[in-house]
């Protein structure tokens, strides 16, 4: 008998295991109809092998399937074609799909480019086809000169290379005519 009590314990033991097991797989596939949340993390785009932006957040959330993803909040680095950042963005929250070509900001947007324009809205959109900035809001920015513009509706190179402000455009100008290169005297 006692030859075989090892054999029974190991059996035993074995048992348990695989009733363990299974008890996983259960785990892991009632966890698919579920979500996902992830805290401290980082999504990075690329086009083809050039990095397009990096987008850091305390939160990740984002439900099982096709969804977007959602970040709270935003801390992004839009990269220009040479791989330097061109601009970063600041904003409390924001969606992506899951293939990164485009995503959504809103609240407190605040951008900074590498030249020191500073732009803020309470909407930002981005399209990796185009590699355009959208907003239907309003929009300001601020140059480093001082000069600020402000409108609705608002369109813009990623790197803000050119602009557009579509209504209610205002703006304020120290030096106008410097500003279009008319002199006056």
């Not at 029974?8 to 596939?29: E, H, M, N, P, Y």
């Not at 900074?112 to 309003?138: A, C, F, M, N, V």
Request: proline share 3%; with cysteine.
């Amino acid at each position: 008998m006692r030859r075989y009590a090892p054999c029974i314990v190991l059996f035993i033991f074995l048992s348990a295991c695989d009733t363990r097991q299974t008890g996983l797989q259960k785990g892991a596939a009632t966890a698919k109809g579920g979500e996902q949340r992830i805290e401290q993390t980082a999504l990075h785009a690329y086009d083809g092998g050039t990095l397009l932006w990096v987008l850091e957040t305390d939160l990740l959330y984002r439900s099982h399937g096709d969804t977007p993803i959602q970040v709270i909040p935003v801390q992004m680095e839009l990269f220009t074609d040479t791989g330097t950042v061109g601009t970063n963005v600041v904003a409390d929250s924001g969606l992506t799909s899951e293939s990164m070509d485009h995503f959504r900001l809103w609240g407190a947007v605040s951008i900074e480019t590498w030249d020191g324009k500073q732009i803020r809205s309470e909407t930002l959109y981005w399209d990796k086809e185009t590699r355009q900035l959208h907003s239907p809001d309003y929009v300001e920015i601020q140059l480093p000169s001082g000069e600020k513009m402000w409108g609705r509706g608002f369109e813009a190179a990623e790197d803000f290379s050119w602009w557009v402000f579509h209504e209610d455009v205002q703006g304020e100008f120290r030096n106008f005519e410097a500003l279009i290169g008319r002199n006056e005297g």
